[in-house]
C-alpha cells in the first residue's frame, strides 16, 4: 500500500473520531439493528427514512450514519431468522434453515453467537478487502463487461441445482416460473409492457420485498400459527454456555467464513445481484463444500448458518465498489448513497480513488466500526431476546405481521405490493406444504431479469465473439459442471434407465399434483400472449416458458410414473437417499386433516382482514384494532399486554412511517364517508 | 368564475369568507389575507414520481424545503415519493385523485406531453395541458455524445462510420439516435438495455459502446469531462442552445425539410420542461397564481440559491406561465405529426 493512501486512510480515520460524528455512525447503527430486526424494513427503508437527515452534514457525517444504518442490518436481521424462522431482511433467508432447527432444539443462543461472530468478521473481512482493492478497483471494474456479467448471473443461478436439495425438476421448474415472473413490466430491450394486466402497478414489474415476504416469511408465521405454541417448546434455553459455543464454532470454521465473505463482497459488487440472492449462493456454497453437509444441513448445522450470515455483511463493502468506481449503484441502498454523492458535490469515479480518497477510506472505516459496534451490541442483549422464543405466538403475531404488511407497502406504496405479498404467501405455504423448494425461486425471479438484459446487449454488441472471453469461459464452465451433477445424481437413483424401465409401473395421482397443474396453467397462459409481441421483448418469455413448461411436464408425468419406481426401489433396499430437502420440515402429525384445513383457512382469513380493516378504516387505525382482535380471538391474552401492544405497535408505525417517511397512504372508505375524520393519520 | 358556480350553500358561504374576489386587481390585499388564511397551520404533499435519489427527487425535495416559506400563510411541505411507470404513478394521483383545492403539488417526467401527442396510451386519459404548472427550477438541454476514443467525433462522421450507442430502452437515450438514423442518415448501432445512465457511462470507458445516446447536460457539467475533452458532444437537444455550449448544434437544425423540423422540434421540446412542479387539475385559480408567485420568489431567494449550489444543482428557472405555455404548444401539435413521430422513434 502506497504511503499516500496509509495517509488518506489515517486521516479518514482521525475525523471519523469526532465525537458528533461517532454519534451519528452510532444512531445509524442502532437504526440498522432495529430495522434488521423488523422483517422486511431493511437497509433500503432505512436509506430513505435517513437521507433528509443527511442534508445538513458535511459528508463523512452523512455516510457515516448512512452506512452505519446499512452495514449491520445483516447482523440483526439473523435475530427473528433463528427465533421465529422469518427473515429480518431478504439477506437472511437461508439463515432460517439452520438457525431455526437451532433455536427449536434450545440452541438459539448458540445460533445468535455464532451469527454475530461471522457476521463481525464477514463485515470486517469485507471493508479489509475494499480497502486494499481501491488502487487496482477502476482497472479491476473495467474488465467486467455485459458478458462477464452475463456469465456471472449465469453462475449464479446455476445454484439453483444445489438449492433444489432432493428435487431437482421442481427446484428448475420454481426457478422458471421465478424467471418468468421477473419478466412482467416493460422490456428493458422495446418497451413493451408484460404481462401488466394493463395496470400501471406491474410497469416495472413485481417489487422483491413483497414477493420475498410474502414467500418466506408469511409461509413460517402461517405455521407458528397452525402449530399454535412458542417457537422452542421445552424451556431450557442455556444462553450463556451457548454463547460462548456459537463463539467457537464461528471461530473453528474461519476458512468457511473467509470464502463465504469473499462471495459476498463479490456479489455486492455485481450490479443487480444483491441481499437477495447473497445469502443463498453462500449457503449453497457451503453445502457443496463443506463435510457432511449433505447429513446435517437443514437440521440445525451451525455451518449453515455462519455461511449465509458472513457473506451478508461483506455485501455491504461489495456494493460499494461499484458505486465509488463508477457511479453504478451495487443495489437499490446504494442507489440512495448515491444520492448523497450528489448532494455533496461529489463525483464517483476516479476523483474518489485520488483526490476524495480521505472520504472513501472514512466509508469503509465507518462499516468496519459499525460492524463491531453492531455485533457488540447483539451480543449484548441475546440473552433477553433469545427468551422471545419462549412467547406464545399470539404475543409475536401480531406485531410480526404488522410488520410484514407494512414493510411490504413500503415497495411502491401501492395496493398491488400487498396483494402481491397476500399472493405470494398463499404461493409459499403450498410449496412449503407440498415440499417444493423455495430458494430457486428467488434466484431465479432476481438474475432472470439481469439474465435476459445482459443476454441482449452481449448479443446485440458481441455477436458470438463473447464465448471466448476468459472469464466468461470459466464462469461458464463452472456454471455447467454445477448444473450437471445434481441432475446425474437423479438419473441415478432412478436407476438410469434400466431403472426406470424395470419398475415403470401404473400412474399414480395425487392431490399435491395439482400445484403442478396450476404452474403449468400459468405458465401456459403466460407463453401465449408473447406471440404477439416484438422479437426482442418475446425471445426471452417464449425460451424460459418453454422450457419451463417442458420441465413441468416432465416433472408432473415424472411424479405420476415414479411414485412407483422409487417405492419399489425403496422397498428392495436399492435407493439411500443422501440429499436434503431444501427447506424446513414441519410436521403436521398432531392434528387431523380437517383440523389443519381448519387453522390455515384461519390464518389467512387473518391476513385477508387486515386488508379489509386497511380499505374500510386506514392503515394506523388497522394497526390497533387487528392486534386486539387477534390477541383476544386468538389468545384470549389479558387485556394488559393487548392494550400494551396495540397501542406501542400503533405510536411506533405512526412515528416512524408517518411523521418521519411521510408515507402516502392509501385511502379508507370512513374517510369518504366521514372527511371530517381525515385529520386522524391515513384515515 | 365557472369553478364557482358550482359551489353552493354552505361551500359558498366559505368561499366568500376566504376571498370572493378573484379578478378584482384592487383588492390584491384581502386575496392575499384570504389565500394566508388558506394555507396557514395546513401540510401541503409534494407527490415525488420516482425513488429517492435521483435528479427529480433531489430537485423537489430542494423546492419543498424553501416553496413554504414564500407561500401566504407559509404552510408545511412535506416531499412524498410515490414512484411507479415512469412516474405515470404520480401523474394519474396528482390527475384524479389529490384533492384539487392547491394543497397537494408534484413533480413527473417531463416527456409526458411529449408522450401524450404521441398516443402513448399507458397515459390513459390524462390531458397534461390541464395540470395547474407551478415553476421548474431549472431546464438544461440534452446532449448526445461519444467518448474521446471513438472515432465518431461530430454528426458527419457517424454518417459515414457506424459504432455502437448504448441506451436504456424507451427513453430518450434510444429515442434520439433512432430519430438521428431516421432523420439524419447517422449509422448509430443503438445498444439498449442498459440498467442506467452511469451504467453506460461505464461500457463507455471499457469500450463496449462508443456513446451515450442521452444525457442531460447539468448531469454532465459537473464530471468536468468538457473541459478535459473526454468527450465528444455531437447535438444538444433543446429549442435553444446552451449558454456554455454555443459551438454545438442543436438537434433541430439538422433538419432537412419542414416536416423533419416539425417533428425534431417536438422531440426537442420537452427540455425546456426541465423539472417541472405542478399541482392537480381545476385548483382556484388565484391560489395557483400564488403558488406560482411564490415559486418566482423562491428562485431569487439566495438562501434557495446557496443551498442548490452546495448540492451541485443548477438553477436557470422557468415560470409556471412559461411551463403552461410549453405545454400547450406540445400538446396542440397536429395528431399526424405525433404519430408519425411515435412511429419514427418506436414507441407503442
Known amino acids: ?683 | 368564475m365557472g369553478l364557482y358556480s358550482r359551489l353552493s350553500g354552505a361551500a359558498a358561504a366559505i368561499a366568500v369568507a376566504f376571498g370572493f374576489f378573484a379578478g378584482a386587481p384592487a383588492k390584491a390585499t384581502a386575496d392575499d389575507a384570504a389565500i394566508a388564511n388558506f394555507y396557514r397551520g395546513k401540510t401541503m404533499d409534494l407527490i415525488i414520481g420516482y425513488s429517492p435519489g435521483g435528479g427529480y427527487d433531489q430537485y423537489a425535495r430542494l423546492v419543498g424545503r424553501f416553496l413554504g416559506k414564500h407561500i401566504p400563510g407559509n404552510p408545511s411541505i412535506v416531499p412524498r415519493n410515490l414512484p411507479g411507470a415512469s412516474s405515470r404513478t404520480a401523474a394519474a394521483f396528482l390527475y384524479a385523485k389529490a384533492p384539487q383545492d392547491g394543497t397537494v403539488i408534484g413533480t413527473a417526467d417531463q416527456s409526458l406531453a411529449l408522450a401524450q401527442v404521441m398516443g402513448d396510451s399507458t397515459l390513459r386519459d390524462i390531458d397534461t395541458g390541464k395540470f395547474g404548472y407551478v415553476g421548474s427550477p431549472t431546464m438544461e438541454n440534452n446532449i448526445v455524445i461519444t467518448w474521446h476514443k471513438s472515432k465518431v467525433t461530430d454528426v458527419e462522421k457517424a454518417r459515414q462510420i457506424a459504432v455502437p450507442i448504448g441506451a436504456t430502452g424507451g427513453s430518450t437515450s434510444s429515442q434520439y439516435p433512432l430519430i438521428m438514423n431516421n432523420l439524419l442518415g447517422t449509422r448509430f448501432e443503438i445498444i439498449m438495455g442498459y440498467p442506467g445512465g452511469n451504467d453506460i457511462n461505464m461500457a463507455m470507458e471499457n469500450g463496449e459502446v462508443d456513446g451515450r445516446g442521452s444525457v442531460n447536460w447539468g448531469s454532465v457539467k459537473p464530471l468536468g469531462w468538457v473541459d478535459k475533452k473526454m468527450i465528444n458532444i455531437l447535438v444538444q437537444v433543446g429549442l435553444q442552445r446552451e449558454k456554455e455550449l454555443p459551438n454545438v448544434p442543436l438537434l433541430m437544425d439538422f433538419a432537412a425539410k419542414d416536416e423533419d423540423k416539425q417533428m425534431l422540434r417536438l422531440i426537442s421540446a420537452p427540455t425546456t420542461i426541465g423539472r417541472p412542479i405542478f399541482s392537480t387539475p381545476n385548483v382556484p385559480p388565484e391560489r395557483l397564481d400564488a403558488l406560482r408567485k411564490a415559486f418566482d420568489a423562491m428562485v431569487k431567494d439566495p438562501e434557495f440559491l446557496a443551498a442548490a449550489q452546495k448540492e451541485g444543482l443548477l438553477v436557470e428557472p422557468i415560470s409556471g406561465k412559461q411551463l403552461e405555455q410549453i405545454v400547450t404548444e406540445i400538446v396542440s401539435t397536429p395528431k399526424d405529426v405525433g404519430a408519425k413521430l411515435a412511429k419514427l422513434i418506436g414507441v407503442q
Not at chain 1, 433528509?52 to 452523512?62: G, H, L, N
Not at chain 1, 421483448?537 to 418453454?546: Q, S, T, Y
Request: proline share 5%.
Open chain 1, 1 to 683: 500500500m502506497e504511503a499516500s493512501m496509509l495517509a488518506a486512510a489515517a486521516e479518514a480515520f482521525a475525523v471519523l473520531m469526532d465525537p458528533l460524528r461517532l454519534l451519528l455512525l452510532a444512531g445509524g447503527v442502532l437504526m440498522g439493528l432495529f430495522l434488521g430486526i423488523v422483517p422486511g424494513i431493511g437497509g433500503l427503508a432505512g436509506m430513505a427514512l435517513l437521507l433528509p437527515f443527511t442534508y445538513t452534514r458535511d459528508p463523512y457525517s452523512a455516510f457515516a450514519m448512512l452506512l452505519g444504518m446499512a452495514a449491520v442490518t445483516g447482523t440483526s436481521d439473523t435475530i427473528p431468522a433463528v427465533l421465529f424462522a422469518v427473515p429480518g431482511s431478504a439477506g437472511a433467508q437461508a439463515t432460517v434453515m439452520d438457525g431455526n432447527p437451532m433455536a427449536k432444539r434450545g440452541e438459539a443462543g448458540r445460533a445468535l453467537s455464532a451469527a454475530y461472530t461471522s457476521s463481525l468478521i464477514g463485515g470486517l473481512f469485507g471493508a479489509l478487502i475494499l480497502a486494499l482493492t481501491i488502487p487496482v478497483l477502476r482497472p479491476l471494474m473495467l474488465h467486467l463487461g455485459s458478458p462477464e456479467l452475463l456469465a456471472l448471473s449465469i453462475f449464479g443461478i446455476s445454484m439453483v441445482a444445489i438449492l433444489s436439495g432432493t428435487a431437482p425438476l421442481r427446484g428448475l421448474i420454481a426457478a422458471g416460473l421465478g424467471i418468468m415472473l421477473s419478466m412482467i413490466g416493460s422490456d428493458p430491450q422495446t418497451g413493451t409492457l408484460r404481462w401488466t394486466l394493463d395496470t400501471l402497478y406491474l410497469w416495472e414489474g413485481l417489487p422483491v420485498v413483497p414477493v420475498v415476504l410474502g414467500l418466506f416469511a408469511l409461509p413460517e408465521l402461517a405455521d407458528l400459527a397452525i402449530k399454535r405454541q412458542a417457537i422452542a417448546s421445552d424451556a431450557k434455553i442455556d444462553v450463556r454456555s451457548g454463547m460462548v459455543q456459537g463463539m467457537k464454532d464461528a471461530l473453528n470454521n474461519w476458512w468457511l467464513i473467509v470464502r463465504c465473505s469473499g462471495i459476498g463482497a463479490a456479489v455486492g459488487a455485481i450490479p443487480g445481484l444483491g441481499a437477495s440472492v447473497v445469502d443463498w449462493i453462500a449457503y449453497g456454497h457451503a453445502m457443496q463444500t463443506v463435510k457432511g453437509a449433505n447429513e446435517t444441513f437443514g437440521k440445525g448445522d451451525v455451518r449453515g448458518v455462519i455461511a449465509p450470515e458472513s457473506a451478508n455483511n461483506a455485501i455491504t463493502a461489495g456494493s460499494l465498489v461499484p458505486t465509488i468506481a463508477f457511479g453504478v449503484p451495487g443495489s437499490a441502498s446504494m442507489a440512495i448513497l448515491l444520492g448523497v454523492f450528489l448532494i455533496h458535490g461529489l463525483i464517483p469515479g476516479p476523483d474518489m480513488l485520488t483526490k476524495n480518497l480521505s472520504i472513501t477510506y472514512s466509508m469503509i472505516w465507518s462499516i468496519a466500526i459499525a460492524n463491531i459496534l453492531g455485533a457488540g451490541i447483539c451480543f449484548a442483549f441475546s440473552g433477553q431476546l433469545a427468551k422471545i422464543a419462549l412467547l406464545r405466538y399470539t404475543v409475536i403475531l401480531p406485531g410480526v405481521i404488522t410488520f410484514v404488511f407494512i414493510g411490504s407497502y413500503q415497495a411502491t406504496r401501492d395496493w398491488g405490493d400487498l396483494y402481491t405479498l397476500i399472493l405470494f404467501a398463499i404461493l409459499g405455504w403450498i410449496m412449503k406444504f407440498l415440499k417444493w423448494p423455495r430458494p430457486p425461486f428467488i434466484l431465479g425471479f432476481v438474475l432472470g431479469a439481469l439474465i435476459e438484459r445482459y443476454m441482449f446487449i452481449t448479443a446485440t454488441r458481441y455477436g458470438y465473439g463473447w464465448f471466448s472471453r476468459p472469464i466468461v469461459v470459466i464462469f461458464l464452465v463452472l456454471s455447467i459442471l454445477l448444473i450437471l451433477k445434481p441432475v446425474f445424481q437423479h438419473w441415478r437413483s432412478m436407476g438410469g434407465l434400466k431403472g426406470i424401465s424395470a419398475n415403470f409401473g401404473r400412474p399414480k395421482f395425487h392431490f399435491s399434483d395439482l400445484l403442478h397443474v396450476f404452474v403449468i396453467a400459468l405458465l401456459v397462459a403466460m407463453f401465449v400472449p408473447a406471440f404477439a409481441w416484438p422479437f426482442g421483448a418475446a425471445v426471452g418469455p417464449l425460451f424460459v416458458g418453454g422450457v419451463s413448461l417442458v420441465f413441468a411436464v416432465v416433472s408432473l408425468l415424472n411424479q405420476i410414473f415414479s411414485r412407483t419406481i422409487v417405492t419399489s426401489r425403496e422397498e428392495r433396499g436399492e435407493l439411500q437417499s443422501h440429499t436434503i430437502h431444501m427447506d424446513m420440515q414441519v410436521s403436521y402429525e398432531e392434528m387431523s386433516r380437517k383440523e389443519l384445513a381448519l387453522r390455515v383457512a384461519t390464518f389467512f382469513f387473518y391476513l385477508v382482514l387486515f386488508l379489509v380493516l386497511i380499505a374500510a378504516v386506514g392503515f394506523i387505525l388497522t394497526i390497533p384494532i387487528f392486534t386486539a382482535l387477534y390477541m383476544w380471538f386468538e389468545g384470549r391474552e389479558n387485556w394488559k399486554p393487548i392494550l400494551g401492544q396495540a397501542v406501542g405497535m400503533t405510536v411506533l408505525i405512526y412515528v416512524v412511517f408517518d411523521t418521519v417517511l411521510h408515507v402516502l397512504w392509501p385511502g379508507s372508505l370512513l374517510g369518504q364517508l366521514v372527511p371530517a375524520l381525515r385529520v386522524i393519520p391515513a384515515v
